[in-house]
């Protein structure tokens, strides 16, 4: 293969001519992926550097996760304005087992380690703190961006976000890591593991970074920020959310996520052709096919869903339809029910509604819909 379909979509690969050389070597390499636990969903945008360890994989070389539950609890300031909360131990631990399982969409379980870097950082004494904060200047890390940015403007950097480069360094020596995958904010820090891992008598690492993959909303794809397509979502959403894309994400998009160029077509037929490829990824061709039946009923042709819910009618005549719809899911609460019944997103069958409270035998039968997706079936038990 070479290294044309492991360095696929890099943004870095540094220094020039090191992989070649570690590829070399003629042994399998441990290529290592720092992640982050913060959030249970793992977004299509994490799994562009999963599939650079997919690839590396299918190589025959060895993908090494690191879980940081040590340093989670310190936070990665990369591209932060301010120091990130601890959070709970517990919910690490939940976070890092969800992330392996949605990660295994893309990586090969089999080839892949899972490390927790509590494993050594924990057992640090004060001394070996010490030995590893002298292998980097503070000028050095004062060079990083939103480090230089926040000291300029006077605004708190705390001794342990200091640190999380290093921490994150030591990773890289703990596992022998010969290749560091991670985006483009991570660059100073999968570079400072070179430094340390030299420091350390250990063969410096290569550093891949990869680009972010943007939203249907122009900015990156986030978990934290709810623009994003989980890799473990049902089908139907990931379908959905896919053909949210707008025209002009389509090239990185097919670039990126489906690693191919985007088809000579037009653009609606190249937006569900990476829609079939996400959801069939995810979840397997039959129900990618599944998912397109149900989008193109739904969404294109706004028809009901073959599977609607069904409900009993409340008791009373005429039935309060805000209610109704709260009490069912369809609306958050009765005011927003109001609101859209007023905006004429509301719809009895095929005939939009404007009244608020409804007879009873008009809604019989009868199939509630709000917006383009949110369906019920109502039927009277009386």
Known sequence: MGTAELTRNAVDVLPAGELERKLALGRPL????GIDVTAPDVTLGNGIPLQRMRAFQDEGHVGVLIVGDYTTRIGDPSGRSKERPIIDPAEIDRNAKR????ASTIIDPDRTEVRFNSEWLSKLDFAEILRLT?????ARLLEREDFSKRFAANAPISVSELLYPLM????????EADVELGGTDQLFNLLTGRDVMEAYGVPPQVVLTVAYLDSWDGTGMSASRGNYI?????AEQQFGKAMRIPDELLEQWHRLVAERPVPECEPMQAK???ARFIVARSHGEEAARQAEEHFTRVVREGKAPEDVPEALLPAGDPVHLPKLLA???????????RRLIGQGAVRIGDDVVTELDVP??????AVLQVGKRRFLRLTDNA
């Open 272 to 274: 569900l052709a990476l």
């Open 168 to 175: 994150q360094a030591y990773d890289s020596v703990a596992v």
């Open 134 to 138: 002298r292998t980097v200047t503070v």
């Open 30 to 33: 441990r290529v290592k992926l």
């Open 360 to 365: 009873r035998k008009r809604l019989d039968g």
């Open 230 to 234: 989980g890799l473990r979502e049902p």
């Open 327 to 337: 009490e069912h899911g369809l609306v958050g609460s009765t005011s927003e029910g």
């Open 99 to 102: 992330f392996f399982d949605d």
